[in-house]
Protein backbone atom coordinates (compact mmCIF):
# COMPACT_ATOMS: atom_id res chain seq x y z
CA UNK A 1 0.00 0.00 0.00
CA UNK A 2 1.16 3.63 -0.55
CA UNK A 3 2.16 6.10 1.75
CA UNK A 4 -1.00 8.23 2.68
CA UNK A 5 -3.51 5.73 1.02
CA UNK A 6 -6.65 5.00 2.74
CA UNK A 7 -6.66 1.26 1.95
CA UNK A 8 -5.39 0.77 5.50
CA UNK A 9 -6.29 -2.31 7.89
CA UNK A 10 -8.64 -0.12 9.65
CA UNK A 11 -10.00 0.56 6.53
CA UNK A 12 -10.96 -3.05 5.82
CA UNK A 13 -11.98 -4.29 8.98
CA UNK A 14 -14.19 -1.49 8.73
CA UNK A 15 -15.46 -2.56 5.27
CA UNK A 16 -15.56 -6.14 6.34
CA UNK A 17 -17.80 -5.56 9.20
CA UNK A 18 -20.37 -2.87 7.12
CA UNK A 19 -20.11 -5.95 4.27
CA UNK A 20 -20.45 -8.80 6.87
CA UNK A 21 -23.52 -7.29 8.35
CA UNK A 22 -25.08 -6.34 5.01
CA UNK A 23 -25.00 -10.21 3.62
CA UNK A 24 -25.75 -11.43 7.13
CA UNK A 25 -29.33 -8.95 6.73
CA UNK A 26 -29.85 -10.20 3.07
CA UNK A 27 -29.03 -14.35 3.89
CA UNK A 28 -31.93 -13.91 6.64
CA UNK A 29 -34.12 -11.40 4.59
CA UNK A 30 -34.41 -9.14 7.49
CA UNK A 31 -32.61 -6.14 5.42
CA UNK A 32 -35.26 -3.62 5.26
CA UNK A 33 -34.57 0.19 4.99
CA UNK A 34 -37.01 2.28 7.81
CA UNK A 35 -37.13 5.82 7.66
CA UNK A 36 -38.42 7.69 10.46
CA UNK A 37 -42.49 8.33 10.08
CA UNK A 38 -41.98 11.33 12.79
CA UNK A 39 -39.44 14.13 12.30
CA UNK A 40 -38.36 14.43 16.28
CA UNK A 41 -36.55 10.95 15.46
CA UNK A 42 -34.26 12.79 13.11
CA UNK A 43 -33.66 15.28 15.90
CA UNK A 44 -33.22 12.49 18.24
CA UNK A 45 -30.98 10.25 16.32
CA UNK A 46 -28.93 13.34 15.58
CA UNK A 47 -28.58 14.77 19.08
CA UNK A 48 -27.80 11.43 19.89
CA UNK A 49 -24.71 11.16 17.81
CA UNK A 50 -23.51 14.18 18.99
CA UNK A 51 -23.64 13.04 22.66
CA UNK A 52 -22.16 9.76 21.82
CA UNK A 53 -18.94 11.53 19.96
CA UNK A 54 -18.58 14.11 22.56
CA UNK A 55 -18.39 11.18 25.15
CA UNK A 56 -16.20 9.46 22.90
CA UNK A 57 -13.82 11.90 22.90
CA UNK A 58 -13.79 12.65 26.58
CA UNK A 59 -13.33 9.10 26.69
CA UNK A 60 -9.93 8.94 25.24
CA UNK A 61 -10.24 5.67 24.04
CA UNK A 62 -12.60 2.88 22.94
CA UNK A 63 -15.66 2.00 25.12
CA UNK A 64 -15.28 -1.57 25.07
CA UNK A 65 -11.90 -0.64 26.45
CA UNK A 66 -13.00 1.48 29.07
CA UNK A 67 -15.55 -1.55 30.24
CA UNK A 68 -13.86 -4.90 29.16
CA UNK A 69 -10.51 -3.99 31.03
CA UNK A 70 -11.20 -1.67 33.85
CA UNK A 71 -13.77 -3.59 35.58
CA UNK A 72 -11.89 -7.02 35.45
CA UNK A 73 -8.59 -5.03 37.09
CA UNK A 74 -11.03 -3.99 39.32
CA UNK A 75 -10.22 0.02 38.52
CA UNK A 76 -12.74 2.76 39.67
CA UNK A 77 -13.14 4.12 36.39
CA UNK A 78 -15.07 1.27 34.72
CA UNK A 79 -17.46 1.12 37.76
CA UNK A 80 -18.08 4.14 37.20
CA UNK A 81 -18.19 3.75 33.27
CA UNK A 82 -20.62 1.15 34.05
CA UNK A 83 -23.00 2.57 36.93
CA UNK A 84 -23.10 5.88 33.86
CA UNK A 85 -23.67 3.44 31.07
CA UNK A 86 -26.71 1.99 32.71
CA UNK A 87 -28.22 5.23 34.23
CA UNK A 88 -27.68 6.64 30.45
CA UNK A 89 -29.07 3.88 29.15
CA UNK A 90 -32.23 3.51 31.55
CA UNK A 91 -33.15 7.29 30.77
CA UNK A 92 -32.48 7.00 27.05
CA UNK A 93 -35.01 4.18 27.13
CA UNK A 94 -37.45 6.40 29.43
CA UNK A 95 -37.25 9.05 26.85
CA UNK A 96 -38.25 7.17 23.70
CA UNK A 97 -40.95 6.07 25.30
CA UNK A 98 -41.97 8.88 26.15
CA UNK A 99 -41.81 10.51 22.86
CA UNK A 100 -42.64 8.09 20.26
Known amino acids: ?4 SWFTSGFFLNFGIVAGALAS ?3 AREFKLRIPQTPIRYVQSIVGGVIMGYGAGL ?3 CTLGAFFSAVPSLA ?3 WVYAVGLAVGAYLG ?3 IKRFP
Open 93 to 95: VQW
Open 1 to 4: MAEG
Open 76 to 78: LNG
Open 25 to 27: ALF
Open 59 to 61: GLG
